[in-house]
């Protein structure tokens, strides 16, 4: 007795091979937070293979972005309360963090960021990072909408399903997405 | 192929090359994430399948024991509620049972027993009360 079949195993242990990468940036560019990130992908992961694991691998791209944006909303929301929370206590509280030192934390930033780029892939990097930096930038729905239709090469029906709204509301998503990054870039003297 | 497609599809093409520089921590946490996720895949699913056919497999056989299962839990509520009926009947008679003689006991002298006329009323009270 095996409790599913090997080939289901196999199909989606590529599928989430060659999603993950993708699904971690995604995290990324809503929550800004790597291990929160790690989290979201791993917790997204485990549903898509508990819940659906046994669905046919047809319907893994929508599914699989379904979750991961409900579990970037939820966490997006914690975070929000949890900001507010601690905003609210630190103001009564008394400042004992005066030993921190700011370099620390500087140094921490950038080793996370990865700015150790070789100098040849200098202007690459550059062109990425601002980029990513637009798309962060971008209102979340907007931002979805663009990434599963664009990035994920999910079609438009598939992207709706995923967001729970409309084909029209994922067009008018992705052709806004699409405007506000190109003028930012635009102003930057970057032309796709 | 529009505007807005023609600069996604580029736009994408540059994203997908900072995936290649992702941390190599972020790649190991993503590869046990996954290892996990697989070790989790269908924990409801029992049986051995052949591939291409598992999935009508999956949906005769999950149709069929989800009708079970909801026959199985009907069942066992009538089971329930009829045994629940009885008892409560079974109980409330016992307890007339107990009023009753109490009543008797409590109430009727032990010399009424050898009064004629008590039989005579008794049997003519009974009579009357069977018509």
């Known amino acids: ?192 | 192929m529009n505007e807005d497609t023609e600069f996604g599809y580029k736009t994408r093409q540059i994203l997908n090359r900072s995936l290649d520089s992702l941390d190599v921590e972020v790649v190991s946490r993503l590869h046990q994430a996954r290892q996990t996720a697989l070790n989790r895949q269908g924990i409801s699913v029992r049986g051995l399948r052949i591939a291409g056919i598992g999935n009508f497999g999956n949906m005769l056989e999950s149709a069929f024991f989800s009708n079970a299962r909801n026959l199985l839990a009907v069942m066992a509520l009538s089971v329930g509620a009829t045994g629940a009926y009885y008892w409560n009947a079974f109980e409330q008679a016992q307890e007339y049972e107990e009023i009753d003689s109490a009543l008797l006991a409590d109430e009727l002298p032990p010399s009424a027993y050898l009064d004629r006329g008590f039989h005579a009323w008794l049997e003519r009270a009974s009579d009357s009360s069977l018509q």
């Open chain 1, 1 to 192: 007795m095996q409790e599913y079949t090997l080939s289901s195993r196999f199909e989606l242990s590529n599928f989430l091979a060659s999603i993950e990468r993708r699904a971690f940036k995604q995290a990324m560019f809503a929550i800004r937070n790597e291990e929160t990130a790690l989290d979201i992908v791993q917790d997204a992961m485990m549903r898509l293979a508990e819940k659906y694991g046994t669905r046919p691998a047809t319907e893994w791209p929508m599914l699989f972005q379904r979750i991961l944006q409900n579990a970037i909303r939820d966490s997006y929301r914690r975070s929000k309360v949890r900001s507010m929370w601690t905003t609210l206590l630190s103001s009564i509280s008394p400042n004992d963090d005066e030993d921190a030192d700011p370099l620390e934390t500087i140094e921490a930033e950038n080793g996370s960021a990865g700015l150790a780029t070789p100098h040849q892939q200098l202007e690459r990097s550059q062109l990425l990072a601002t980029i990513e930096k637009e798309i962060e930038k971008l209102p979340p729905r907007q931002r979805e909408a663009f990434l599963m239709r664009y990035w994920e090469e999910m079609d438009i029906t598939e992207t709706a399903e995923a967001m729970g709204c409309s084909a029209g509301s994922v067009k008018t998503h992705c052709s806004r997405a699409s405007h506000t990054l190109a003028v930012a870039l635009r102003a930057k003297g970057i032309e796709l």
